[in-house]
């Protein structure tokens, strides 16, 4: 059944990896990973945010799948397509990788360059915990019972 046979009600009720499988099934051809999850966000009408949070999952389903097979340079397929004594060797033998031109190199930095600004926004939320942790820790170290430094009255026991 063709993704153009379903309503977007269904397909937005449809599991991301059953799209993937359609379209890969409706198109006959490998894709590159990215290329494929767009294609899926797209039909399923996910925001970036939606896109961000599940295209680790997508992929960590799809290589749990058994109904998809990895031809390598990131590229997928069906295993349906291919017979069943090719081994995974071989099936990743059937994408060659393209040699990068420099406007390739050009994007490749770019993606890069927005790698990097989410570290550094990770970095500083791993930063803004730990603050809080820190104050956290100050206020409990406050409260200690067993500590004898401090006292409920006010004075220490060497002042008695």
């Known amino acids: 059944m063709s993704i153009k046979e379903y309503s977007q009600e269904q397909i937005e009720e449809m599991a ?10 409706e198109e006959n ?14 039909v399923k009408n996910m925001d970036e945010n939606e896109r961000l949070e599940r295209i680790t999952k997508v992929f960590t389903t799809m290589n749990i799948d058994a109904r998809f097979a990895y031809l390598g340079d990131n590229h997928w397929g069906l295993k349906a ?7 995974d060797e ?33 970095e500083d939320e791993l930063d803004e915990l730990s603050q809080e942790e820190d104050k956290a820790f100050e ?15 006010g004075t220490s026991e060497d002042e008695e």
């Open 90 to 122: 071989d099936l990743s033998a059937t994408i060659k990788p393209k040699k990068k031109k420099a406007a390739d190199l050009e994007d490749d930095f770019v993606e890069e360059d927005e790698l990097d600004e989410g570290l550094e926004d990770l």
């Open 16 to 25: 991301a990896i059953e799209v993937a499988h359609i379209l890969l099934k």
């Open 29 to 42: 051809k490998p894709y590159p990973y990215h290329d494929l999850f767009e294609k899926v966000a797209k």
């Open 81 to 87: 397509w291919y017979s069943v004594d090719q081994s």
């Open 139 to 153: 206020e409990t170290d406050e409260l200690d019972p067993f500590d004898d430094t401090t006292s409920t009255s």
